[in-house]
């Protein structure tokens, strides 16, 4: 995705004149330790706003004697954008996927229709939160139904991050559908991130270019009918969510930049999206950009595709792209940076601002419980408070984003804690603060750390394991594999890797993948499903999860599997016998 351009138009009145409205262009290419304050100096930040139902639309008008900047609308949906500024890092595609690096291969942004698989991943700053994510694709602004269900990511811990990538495909002897293909993903109902790719009919001529194997006579010209999509033609592949560190790159930065100059070839690739194929994009983009607009007090053109704000800057934090020397660029921060922008024609006027700094101060403190080695650990609040810049704010401690203020630094007894504060504004500015906050809580004596001998764990049979017509691929409790310890009573996460078929005899009949919990002595209970559904004649792959808490008792637990035929899922079912334990959990 290349740059926007913001032009800047000054309408005004003439004696005698008619008025005359322009507009921009777009170029695609209870402790109190110490506190502090610090002030700022101007710098990129973004964040996007979720979707909501359209508003009318206003047509663009010219006041006399304002300055009004126009933004080019049509090039922030483009295949290769992204959103900047979230705990969702950009998503990327590729036709390989390196599991053992992990990182995705062969990056691109446009797809031929014969793909075997199209690959895509992006990696997850969530710091010490637990976040929960859902994912929904959609083809020319319709969403396609898929299998998808929730999954939620564990801590990423001091300096880790996670990578999350998954693999979309079609069923054999299908092709994939023509159009342009966008993936949302959302976190407590807030759009973090998504990615755009195009899928188009190559041209025959360079059909070699795009793999072993192609039938050129697919790309032969045929019959202009209306594209006829069936939602059941596509097939989604998992792959486990891989912990990394924070500076782990699941891509190569030649291929990205590669993917990006391919955009530019892209018409002497592949032919030109058919008519009622570009109709609905053009329609879906649309629709969403008088949303988008509205949504940061702008006002719509639909007839020139811009929007009319009168901070630049803080417009394009709110669509989500990083604004740098008067440009708005949606290709994320990194790469932005990569490719600077021309010089516009004309300066960027924009409102006086203070420049942005902050206070801080600690409020509250609180026991929060103790490690595993049975050292205590104290819990701070940290207040603080933006000043200059422009709302809304986003506040982030060692690069986490938080829900708000104040929020919590942990620590342990006797042990203070380091980390830095920052803080941004809608209007691109951004301060931090490295913070010393001394230990609240700090015992005459420290707790005598001890070491409980964990039993001799018990065995597991070997993966896959099947039951019925359910079999089970790849287990993750808790981040920490088949095998986990956990306190008692706590919330665990069982994240299994599925396969499960229709029964030839029962093609209507709902089946549950069941997850249950067991010591085979006092404890044999269902915990929930991971499936629920109707699975296909040939079968589906997925992942799914349960979450539950932990039993109280401590010893060795068995995480088992139960394929029913139920018409949902059930918490009666008991477990199975000790060859269908697809994991185990120790409660110390």
């Known amino acids: 995705m290349r740059p926007l351009r913001i032009s800047i138009i000054v309408c005004a009145m003439m004696v005698l004149l008619a008025a005359v409205a322009c507009g921009g262009g777009a170029q695609p290419a209870t402790g109190e330790p110490p506190s502090g304050s610090t002030t700022a100096t101007a710098a990129p930040a973004a964040s996007r706003a979720p979707t909501s139902p359209a508003p009318t639309a206003r047509p663009a008008t010219a006041t006399i004697g304002t300055t009004h900047t126009v933004i080019d609308m049509s090039r922030s949906s ?30 691109a942004w446009t797809f031929p229709v014969d793909s075997r698989q199209i690959y895509f991943g992006f990696g ?31 801590p990423s811990g001091p ?67 209306p594209q006829q999509v069936d939602p059941d033609i596509f097939v989604l592949t998992e792959q486990p969510i891989e912990a990394v560190p924070e500076d782990f790159s699941y891509y190569a930065e030649g291929e990205l930049e590669q993917a990006y100059d391919a955009l530019n070839q892209v018409a002497e690739e592949y032919k030109p999206f058919p008519d009622d194929v570009q109709q609905a994009i053009e329609e879906a983009a649309r629709r969403e950009n008088v949303a988008r607009c509205g949504e940061i007090g702008g006002a719509y053109d639909p007839a020139a595709d811009t929007c009319t704000v009168s901070d630049p800057a803080g417009a394009c934090a709110a669509l989500g792209g990083v604004y740098e020397q008067d440009t708005c660029d949606f290709r994320g921060a990194e790469e932005a940076a990569a490719t600077p922008s021309p010089t516009p024609t004309r300066a960027t006027t924009r409102s006086t601002l203070q420049p942005l700094s902050l206070t801080w101060r600690a ?52 042990v203070g804690q380091v980390g830095t504060i920052t803080v941004r504004s809608s209007d691109g500015q951004s301060v931090e603060e490295r913070i010393t906050v001394p ?69 209507s009949c709902i089946q549950q993948i069941a997850i249950g919990v067991s010591n085979d002595v006092t404890v044999n209970q ?25 039993p109280t008792e401590p010893g060795w637990y068995f995480v088992r599997i139960f394929n029913t035929f139920e018409f949902s899922c059930r918490f009666d079912f008991g477990t199975t016998g000790s060859e269908f334990s697809i994991g185990r959990i120790y409660v110390p």
């Open 78 to 107: 483009q295949p290769g954008s992204t959103i900047a500024g979230t705990i969702a890092e950009q998503m990327v595609f590729g036709r390989e996927y390196d599991a053992q690096k992990p990182e995705i291969l062969q990056l």
């Open 124 to 154: 997850i700053d969530n710091g010490p939160q637990r976040v929960s994510f859902t994912q929904t694709l959609t083809l020319n602004g319709e969403e396609v139904p898929l299998p998808v269900k929730p999954f939620s990511v564990p």
């Open 159 to 225: 300096g880790k991050k996670q990578f999350h990538a998954r693999g979309v495909a079609v069923k054999p002897g299908k092709t994939f559908p023509e159009g342009r293909y966008e993936i949302f993903v959302y976190a407590n109902g807030e759009l973090l991130q998504r990615g755009i790719f195009d899928v188009k009919q190559p041209i025959a001529t360079s059909a070699l270019n795009v793999g072993v194997g192609v039938d050129l006579n697919r790309y032969r010209d045929s019959a202009g009918d």
């Open 363 to 414: 409020g509250a403190f609180r026991e929060a419980g103790t490690n595993e080695q049975g050292v205590g650990i104290w819990a701070q609040e940290i207040f603080v408070e933006p000043l200059g810049g422009a709302p809304p704010y986003t506040i982030l401690f060692d690069n986490s984003p938080q829900a708000g203020t104040p929020f919590e630094v942990f620590g342990l007894f006797c």
């Open 439 to 507: 230990d609240p809580i700090c015992p005459t004596q420290t707790p005598t750390v001890t070491h409980t001998p964990v039993p001799t764990e018990p065995p597991l049979p070997p993966l896959p394991i099947t039951h019925g017509f359910a079999t089970i691929n790849g287990v993750d409790i808790l981040g920490q594999g088949r095998s986990a310890t956990t306190p008692a009573g706590s919330s665990v996460t069982v994240q299994v890797d599925y396969f499960i078929i229709q029964a030839s005899d029962c093609p």
């Open 526 to 550: 269902t915990v929930g499903c991971a499936y629920d559904g109707i699975p296909s004649l040939e079968g589906e792959s997925g992942t799914g999860s349960v979450t539950f808490d932990a």
